[in-house]
């Protein structure tokens, strides 16, 4: 449908100025500034010197100074066997969405376990993570050392973040392609964080499809990862494309995706310690990172409500129109029949399927 893939090129000309890069800002913009140039227009940036001046710049870094700190706090750790929490995996046969197995322990024993993970026998890669306001709950002793919200974001928005989450990994953790409700500034401490972006226009290059939901659980006696489906059964849409397919999976991989593939390729960023991304609401994000000196990435992110405004409602409605790919049927919707679901779910956006041909 050619129409659909004129939209992709149209907004990388005309709001994203057709360059690959994401804009870099030396300071932080000022309220107007913000909302202007970058929320108003969905547009992506990245500041190098934002102006934070953060003793968590230096504390964090140091493993003994967050030991000690949180020597008596209680954070939540999401397990699993390869780095890859919230992402499509192969269940006997079949392909499901998998959660991590998440748990709660002393923050000394998790910070323990992300290092662990390095080690070269090691079967489990630990995320310190969660992402429902856990800074200032678990971590709520850190409070001091961090802004509690981004001024010019806050003025700008009109409101407060809804949530403050907090993020400790290595570089076996990473993020799948997904997107959210929320205008997100995301302030990298310690080493770095790579992000792919696509805008939300690109929708249908991220073959969502709708995926029986399951959850790895972990048993410490055997050491071993299973995958449990979720009974009853639930679905949930999630984007089918992993951006970064192993050689041996490449070609199979670009055969069920070619939209995505051999599209415009997604804004590639990396933010450094110090720097803050604003990535706008809605944008399909894919996050990767690399450790600091001590094996660690640090990051903290502020996430404001979004306005469900007129741009939801047309995204909606781009989301709901079924795109027929100019390269035929892939391999993904062969393999899934014609409705592109896994399983026998409904496809996102059914009731409003609108056929075109190129
Ligand atoms: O840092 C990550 O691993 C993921 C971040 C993310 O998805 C988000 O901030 O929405």
Redesign the pocket.
């Given at each position: 449908m050619k129409e659909v893939k004129k939209l992709w090129e149209e907004v990388r000309e005309l709001s994203l100025g057709n360059n690959s890069e994401v804009e870099r800002l030396n300071s932080a913009p000022t309220p107007l500034q913000f909302l202007r140039d970058h929320v108003s227009q969905n547009k992506p940036f990245i500041i190098k010197k934002p102006n934070l001046h953060w003793p968590a710049f230096s504390l964090w870094p140091q493993p003994s100074y967050l030991s000690n700190k949180l020597s008596s706090s209680l954070v939540s750790v999401h397990l699993t066997p390869n780095g890859r929490a919230d992402s499509i995996v192969n269940h006997l046969g079949s392909l499901c969405f998998a959660s991590a197995h998440v748990e709660r322990m002393p923050f000394d024993e998790a910070i323990k376990l992300v290092s662990n993970s390095n080690l070269q026998d090691s079967k489990l890669v630990a995320?310190l993570?969660q992402?429902n306001d856990c800074f200032r709950s678990e971590y709520s002793v850190l409070g001091s050392e961090c802004d509690e919200h981004i001024p010019w974001a806050t003025e700008a928005l009109g409101c407060y973040p809804e949530a403050v989450?907090l993020?400790i990994?290595n570089h076996l953790?990473?993020?799948s392609f997904?997107k959210?409700h929320?205008e997100?500034l995301?302030v990298v401490v310690s080493g770095k964080?790579h992000f792919l972006l696509l805008p939300p226009t690109d929708v249908h290059r991220m073959y969502i499809r709708q995926y029986p939901a399951a959850n790895y659980s972990y048993s410490q006696d055997v050491g071993e990862f299973t995958v449990e489906l979720e009974r009853p059964i639930r679905f949930v849409p999630w984007c089918s494309v992993n951006p970064y397919p192993s050689p041996e999976t490449r070609e199979s991989e670009m055969a069920k995706f070619p939209s995505f593939f051999d599209g415009p390729k997604p804004f590639e960023c990396t933010v450094n310690a110090g720097e803050i991304l604003y990535?706008p609401s809605m944008w399909f994000?894919h996050?990767?990172?690399s450790p600091d000196d001590n094996g660690f990435t640090i990051?903290v992110?502020y996430?404001y409500d979004m306005q469900f405004d007129i741009k939801y409602a047309y995204f909606n409605f781009l989301q709901s129109i079924h795109y027929k790919s100019p390269h035929g049927p892939t391999l993904l919707e062969i393999e899934c029949g014609d409705s592109g679901s896994v399983a026998s779910a409904p496809n996102e956006g059914e009731a409003d399927k609108v056929t075109e041909d190129e």
């Open positions: 995320y993570q992402q989450n993020w990994g953790s990473e993020t997904h959210d929320y997100n995301y964080k990535l994000h996050v990767r990172q990051a992110n996430w």
